[in-house]
């Protein structure tokens, strides 16, 4: 009898820092604890997500004017705009589950400060490693 | 390679630097300094977007860094 099959295989080193990169690039579904509604979230500060910063602190400045782009009010205007195009990429509403994925309507969501509760709970979730991890690590 | 000037990726990736800079200032500020109860529950979570925006903002500043230098 061999015993080979009976030498438990070593853990992978830093395993617990795996990601799936498809779940990454192409978002996992979630689902918010008390509204039912489902967003589908990228990892945060993924490659389009910086370029997506860039291009929207440009929109910014254009409509609002050169140099405007460094206060605290567009930091958080850019970032819902950033959020909305590269980190959400489609959602499933609890009270219309057809309706289709909307960026702009989500960077106005993201924007609205009576829903600083999304805006965190969004930027939370797109930030954390266990939600991107493979579903089984070696 | 222009050592003295900076070229417009450059000069983007700067921005988004600082911009995540600030936005790792603001949320850890509120982990420190809670507006509300929400923050205050939340402290744990509003630290872990600092973190994060702090540790991005470093990666994008040393990116712009080495272009500038390359």
Redesign the interface.
């Known amino acids: 009898m061999s015993t080979a099959t009976n030498v438990p295989t070593p853990p992978r080193p830093f395993a617990s820092l795996q990601v799936d990169p498809q779940k990454v690039r192409d978002g996992v579904w979630i689902t918010h604890p008390d509204t039912g509604d489902q967003v589908r979230i990228r990892r945060?500060?993924n490659p389009e997500h910086?370029a997506a910063?860039?291009a929207a602190?440009a929109e910014y400045e254009a409509q609002h004017g050169k140099g405007t782009?460094?206060s605290?009010a567009a930091?958080?205007a850019?970032?819902a705009v950033a959020m909305s195009r590269a980190v959400v990429v489609d959602w499933r509403l609890a009270s219309d589950p057809t309706r289709p994925y909307d960026p702009a309507e989500m960077a106005a969501l993201l924007a609205d400060p009576e829903l600083?509760?999304l805006r965190?709970w969004i930027?939370?979730q797109s930030?954390?490693r266990a939600n991107f991890r493979p579903e089984v690590t070696s | 390679m222009n050592h003295v000037g900076r070229t417009g990726s450059e000069q983007e990736a700067a921005q988004l630097a600082a911009l995540l800079q600030r936005l790792a200032r603001h949320y850890r500020e509120r982990a420190e300094q809670p507006r509300d109860l929400a923050d205050r529950i939340n402290r744990h979570e509003l630290l872990e977007l600092a973190e994060g925006a702090e540790e991005f903002a470093q990666e994008t500043a040393a990116r712009a860094h080495f272009a500038c230098a390359t």
């Open positions: 945060r500060f910086a910063y860039a602190r782009g460094e605290d930091d958080l850019i970032d600083d509760e965190r930027a939370a930030n954390r």
